[in-house]
C-alpha cells in the first residue's frame, strides 16, 4: 500500500523521457536525447532545471530501451495470483492450453518424484487455500476499497499544502489580470483629464482676453474722450477769443452804423412780409 502511495504521490514521482516511436533494426537512437529526467511539478528542482540522471551514460538509448516505471496498480491475474502476461506468452506459441497443460505437468512432476510430498496434512492446505478463496470473495472488494480510500485521503492531506499554494497562486494570477485590465482604463482618465485641462485652459486664456480687450478698450476710450474734450475746449475758445477782439476792434461810431442798418433791414423785412 505504501508503496503504491508512493508512487502516485506527486512529491516523489519522476517521469522518464520516453519516446512513442521504436525503432527494430538500428541501433543508434531514433532521437536524440540529452538523457535528462523531466521532474514532475512538485519535485525540487535545482535552478529550476531537470537535473541529468547520474545512472544514465552518453550512450543509453532511451528510446529503444526506456526506463522501466512501476505500475501503480497491480497487473491483472488470473486464479488469484498468476499473472495475465504469462497466459499472454503461451497463447502465442501454444495456444489456449498450453499454460494449463505447463502447470498439469509441473504438478504431476513433483508428485511423480515426490518433490510435494502429499501426506496427512495435506487437506489443511486445500481447507487454507479455500479459506482464503472464500474470504477474498467476500472481503476482498471491501477491503480494497477501504485501503484504497484511505491512500487517497493520505495523498489528499500529503498535496493540500501544495494545492492550497498553488490555488493561492492561480487567485493571485487572476488578480492581477484583473489589476491590468483595470489600468488600462487609466489610458482614457488620463486623456479626459487632458482635454479637462486644455478646457480650463482654454477658459481662462479666453477669459484674460476679454479682460485685455476690455483694458484696452477703456483706455481707447478715455483718450478719445479727451480728445472730444480739448477740441471742444479749443473751439469754445477760439470763439471766445475771437468775439472779443471783434468786439474791442469796433468803435461807437461803427456800432451806431451797423445798428441803423440793422434796423433798415428788418424793417425792410417787415414791409415784405
Not at 66 to 95: C, D, I, N, S
Not at 140 to 165: H, Q, T, V
Request: neutral net charge.
Amino acid at each position: 500500500m505504501l508503496s503504491r502511495l508512493a508512487l502516485r504521490s506527486e512529491l516523489f514521482r519522476v517521469a522518464p523521457l520516453c519516446a512513442s516511436a521504436v525503432r527494430t533494426t538500428q541501433t543508434k537512437p531514433a532521437v536524440t536525447s540529452t538523457n535528462e529526467s523531466i521532474i514532475v511539478p512538485g519535485f525540487p528542482k535545482p535552478n529550476g532545471l531537470p537535473q541529468p540522471n547520474p545512472f544514465d551514460g552518453p550512450e543509453r538509448d532511451l528510446v529503444n530501451f526506456p526506463r522501466m516505471v512501476r505500475l501503480e496498480e497491480p497487473a491483472k491475474t488470473r486464479y488469484l495470483f498468476v499473472p495475465e502476461e504469462w497466459f499472454e506468452v503461451f497463447y502465442k506459441k501454444t495456444g489456449v492450453t498450453g499454460p494449463y497443460v505447463l502447470a498439469a505437468g509441473i504438478t504431476t512432476y513433483v508428485l511423480s518424484k515426490e518433490i510435494w510430498v502429499v501426506e496427512h496434512e495435506f487437506p489443511y492446505v486445500l481447507a487454507t487455500i479455500g479459506l482464503f478463496y472464500v474470504g477474498w470473495k467476500k472481503f476482498g472488494a471491501s477491503l480494497a476499497d477501504f485501503l484504497d480510500k484511505e491512500i487517497d485521503e493520505y495523498e489528499a492531506s500529503c498535496n493540500a499544502s501544495r494545492k492550497g499554494e498553488i490555488d493561492g497562486l492561480t487567485e493571485s494570477i487572476e488578480n492581477q489580470k484583473t489589476e491590468v485590465w483595470r489600468t488600462e482604463a487609466q489610458k482614457h482618465v488620463i486623456q479626459a483629464k487632458r482635454e479637462n485641462v486644455a478646457i480650463q485652459l482654454e477658459a481662462i486664456y479666453r477669459e484674460r482676453a476679454l479682460q485685455a480687450y476690455n483694458q484696452v478698450k477703456r483706455r481707447l476710450d478715455y483718450q478719445l474722450d479727451l480728445a472730444n474734450l480739448t477740441r471742444t475746449v479749443q473751439q469754445r475758445h477760439m470763439v471766445n477769443w475771437i468775439i472779443e477782439n471783434v468786439l474791442k476792434s469796433l468803435t461807437n461810431e461803427q456800432e451806431k452804423q451797423s445798428f441803423k442798418k440793422c434796423m433798415v433791414d428788418l424793417q425792410a423785412l417787415a414791409a415784405k412780409a
